[in-house]
């Protein structure tokens, strides 16, 4: 999810309290991919705070250049490659420059980034952040190149206070890493193995969101459901947050069918500030393929918590993400996706071709779906969702919602945007509402990924 998500920050307000007075070093960050990397961006600049650094949107006017990279598909990889032959030219304009290559690509292609891009100085995989302000400051000293990418068992940076955004949502990482080994996927290699924060640390850091004023936040990990400190599973983690912080809509991201118990989906009922929105990735509607993925989970189970989680919370948001074109999926196997897109309901899907990674499993099965193939099989696969979506964004008109309303809208300053507890986007006009206010309003309009309110 949020994949392809490519911001500088410097499209994005920053909370005031950041730029320290004393601070006289300038770091520039670029993030790709995942909300997780987001998350961790907010992490290195709050570590890079504490030893002199500020953050600035001028690349130009930099002493750090730092990119936390996406490794999840090549295409991710490729864009970075490509962006990296622009970042060459700050060296040769400034050989004081210090270039960084942060998150999963500096895991996995720590060699290729060392023997092919001589100008970057720094290679630091996802657990090594506390070293980035040691890195440079060896580096200046010694001239010597910074990679650190050893894997924790058990760094969660729970101690450490990442440097938000302004705006009213925000992220908690609540666990870190991947045991799920599907055998399409990269992060177990780039992210390591599954580890989770402590429940109280997690509330108190909400309290604190709370607190200045943020509304909405999205718990975070790779594989959520697994989370696990001492005896507390997701659930009891969900709970007891939305208890703690009653003024907070709580949301989380991302999901395994195989770890999302009955309980979780009676925790998201019980508690009106969480989200009725669950994300839920299926990659695949056909069982035969699920295996080779090795998801773990039959159709029937899958079916099984999507139908009790619309049971409990009727009206429930539903988004997902699919693979089309997996090694020996054929036609019926891809014909069963579409079905069960239809079946389902979802509001949305998350879909992307499947893209061979280096030495995961499915890397050594022969990739004998042309590549004219996935991109027909995607292209199906879209046009059908967005008919479904736009039946259940069309369902709504005529509603009354209520709608938390995120900031103004994109295209003019007199609407607003705002979602519902479904998760669906909402356009309104301003009047006299703001940022963070809570309003009902009447759904008048809908397209397949929005709908428009009086
Ligand atoms: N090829 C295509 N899509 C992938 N994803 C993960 N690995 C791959 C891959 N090798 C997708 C999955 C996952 C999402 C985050 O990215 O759908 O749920
Ligand atoms: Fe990758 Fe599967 Fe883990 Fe998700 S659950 S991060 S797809 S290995």
């Not at 302004?166 to 799920?180: H, Q």
């Not at 309980?263 to 695949?284: G, R």
Request: with cysteine; aromatic share 8%; charged share 30%.
């Amino acid at each position: 999810m949020f994949e392809d998500l490519i911001l500088s920050n410097k499209t994005i307000k920053k909370r005031k309290s950041f730029n320290r007075k004393d601070n006289d070093k300038k770091v520039y960050i670029e993030t790709y991919g995942c909300a997780m990397n987001f998350s961790d961006t907010e992490i290195v600049l709050s570590v890079l705070s504490d030893f002199g650094y500020n953050e600035t949107d001028d690349i130009n006017n930099s002493d750090v250049i730092l990119l936390n990279t996406c490794s999840i598909r090549e295409n991710a990889e490729t864009r970075i490659y490509n962006r990296l032959k622009h970042l060459s030219a700050h060296k040769k304009k400034n050989p004081y420059k210090v270039i960084g290559i942060l998150g999963c690509m500096a895991e996995r292609l720590r060699k290729d980034l060392m023997e092919k891009e001589k100008f970057v100085d720094l290679i630091v995989g996802p657990d090594e952040y506390r070293k980035i302000p040691h890195l440079i400051d060896s580096l200046i000293e010694t001239g010597e190149k910074g990679v650190a990418v050893q894997l924790s068992k058990v760094e969660t940076y729970d101690d450490i206070i990442p440097i938000r955004k302004e705006g009213i949502n925000s992220w908690i990482s609540v666990m870190r890493g991947c045991d799920k080994f599907c055998t399409f996927c990269v992060v177990p290699f780039t992210r390591g193995r599954e580890r989770s924060r402590k429940v109280d640390s997690i509330i108190k850091e909400a309290k604190m969101l709370f607190d200045e004023g943020i509304k909405d936040v999205t718990l975070l990990g790779q594989n959520v459901n697994s989370f696990n400190d001492d005896g507390n599973d997701f659930a009891d983690l969900l709970g007891k947050a939305a208890k703690a912080v009653l003024g907070m809509r709580f949301r989380y991201s991302t999901s395994h069918p195989y770890d999302c118990s009955k309980k979780l989906i009676e925790t998201m009922a019980e508690h009106d500030n969480v989200c009725n929105y669950l994300h839920l990735p299926v990659q695949s509607g056909s069982e035969r393929v699920l295996k080779l993925m090795n998801r773990l989970y039959t159709m029937e189970q899958y079916m099984g918590i999507m139908n009790y989680a619309k049971k409990l919370m009727p009206g429930i948001g539903l988004s997902t993400d699919i693979i089309t074109g997996f090694p020996a999926e054929r036609e019926e196997d891809h014909k069963m996706t579409i079905d069960l897109l239809e079946e389902v309901e979802y509001d949305g899907a998350y879909t992307f071709a499947y893209s061979p990674r280096e030495n995961t499993k499915s890397y050594r099965m022969t990739d004998d779906v042309p590549m004219e193939v996935k991109v027909r099989r995607l292209d199906e696969i879209i046009h059908v969702q967005r008919k479904v979506s736009a039946r259940i964004y069309k369902n709504m008109v005529g509603r009354t919602e209520e709608v938390l309303i995120e900031s103004n809208s994109k295209k003019s300053d007199d609407y607003l945007m705002g979602r519902t507890d479904c998760n669906k986007s909402v356009i309104l006009p301003k009047g006299n509402n703001k940022t963070g206010d809570l309003v009902n309003v009447k759904i008048v309009k809908s397209n397949s990924a929005t709908l428009f309110a009086e």
